[in-house]
């Protein structure tokens, strides 16, 4: 799911339920009742200035089920 962050809108209800993050874009993996299994910051998943591939199906992968 992909949920809003901006000026105008900031999801305040739904983020909050989150530990607080350094900035966005940001990745929460939830369990199908929305409890958080991990929260990832992007940057960390990053090649340069685009995404790495490999490090982003590595992530992933982590918590495929």
Known sequence: M???YS???KNEEFLG???AIEGYPHFFVLENDGSLIVSQNTGDLE???SYSKEKFLEF???YKK
Do not use: C
Request: aromatic residues 6%; charged residues 45%; hydrophobic residues 25%.
């Open 60 to 62: 992933v992968a982590k």
């Open 2 to 4: 992909k949920v809003n």
């Open 17 to 19: 339920k989150f530990p």
């Open 7 to 9: 000026k105008e809108n």
């Open 47 to 49: 090649d340069g200035k």
